[in-house]
């Protein structure tokens, strides 16, 4: 393996107290108790689909969801950075590829608007070799393109590449791409996940597992 590529949200950074902090702050706007984070934390991962899935009980198809969705994207960019934290490991992981020449990067369906900026505020924009968010290809995940096009940026062939992610689509994105796929356990898995039926060709419980796999 020449290079790691990282899913961001649960997999990178643990970025549900923030998700989940801008749900509830616009839960209140609308006269909602707020949600446990133990209950928003499954849907991290799945955008405002899943967050408004558990918040609102809304789905794209109905009238309101996009004017929800500007709404909780200006919340969610209001408070980018509060309590999102790199998962325990990851920073030493990340030193660790580096000190042994191995380039990592990020792929994401996170909007560059959001990603970009978060990645400045955890130190980490000028560390990734490639940074590609959901609207740098024409295709999110799980189209490949994405991953293809890091491994473009990198200046590695595919099957080089080591991608982890902890939703189903990243998973299969990493298979179309033809690239290795590791699951992270410790991201954000709902109790409906079934990821042994995913196909990854591993799963950790920890980052620093992954340099067990180079």
């Given at each position: 393996?020449?290079?790691?590529?990282?899913?961001?949200?649960?997999?990178?950074?643990?970025?549900?107290?923030?998700?989940?902090?801008?749900?509830?702050?616009?839960?209140?706007?609308?006269?909602l108790?707020?949600?446990?984070?133990?209950?928003?934390?499954?849907?991290?991962?799945?955008?405002?689909?899943?967050?408004?899935?558990?918040?609102?009980?809304?789905t794209?198809?109905?009238?309101?969801?996009?004017?929800?969705?500007?709404?909780?994207?200006?919340?969610?960019?209001?408070?980018?950075?509060?309590?999102?934290?790199?998962?325990?490991?990851?920073?030493?992981?990340l030193?660790?590829?580096?000190?042994?020449?191995?380039?990592?990067?990020?792929v994401?369906?996170?909007?560059?608007?959001?990603?970009?900026?978060?990645?400045?505020?955890?130190?980490?924009?000028?560390?990734?070799?490639?940074?590609?968010?959901?609207?740098?290809?024409?295709?999110?995940?799980?189209?490949?393109e994405?991953?293809?096009?890091?491994?473009?940026?990198?200046?590695?062939?595919?099957?080089?590449?080591?991608?982890?992610?902890?939703?189903?689509?990243?998973?299969?994105?990493?298979?179309?791409?033809?690239?290795?796929?590791?699951?992270?356990?410790?991201?954000?898995?709902?109790?409906?996940?079934?990821?042994?039926?995913?196909?990854?060709?591993?799963?950790?419980?920890?980052?620093?597992?992954?340099?067990?796999?180079?």
């Amino acid at each position: 393996m020449k290079a790691v590529l990282f899913d961001l949200d649960g997999t990178l950074a643990d970025t549900a107290p923030d998700l989940g902090h801008a749900l509830n702050l616009q839960r209140e706007r609308h006269g909602l108790p707020s949600l446990a984070q133990e209950i928003i934390r499954p849907y991290a991962s799945h955008g405002t689909v899943g967050l408004f899935d558990i918040g609102f009980g809304l789905t794209p198809q109905d009238a309101r969801f996009a004017p929800m969705r500007e709404e909780y994207l200006a919340l969610y960019t209001a408070n980018l950075c509060l309590h999102t934290t790199l998962f325990p490991g990851m920073a030493e992981l990340l030193d660790e590829l580096e000190d042994k020449g191995i380039a990592w990067g990020v792929v994401t369906n996170k909007p560059a608007r959001f990603t970009n900026p978060l990645m400045e505020q955890l130190g980490l924009i000028n560390r990734a070799a490639s940074i590609i968010s959901g609207d740098t290809c024409p295709h999110p995940k799980p189209h490949p393109e994405p991953l293809l096009a890091a491994a473009r940026e990198i200046g590695v062939a595919p099957q080089s590449c080591l991608y982890i992610g902890d939703a189903e689509r990243d998973i299969e994105a990493a298979h179309a791409a033809d690239m290795p796929a590791i699951l992270a356990a410790y991201g954000y898995l709902g109790a409906a996940d079934r990821p042994e039926t995913w196909g990854a060709d591993a799963s950790i419980q920890h980052p620093a597992e992954i340099l067990g796999y180079l």
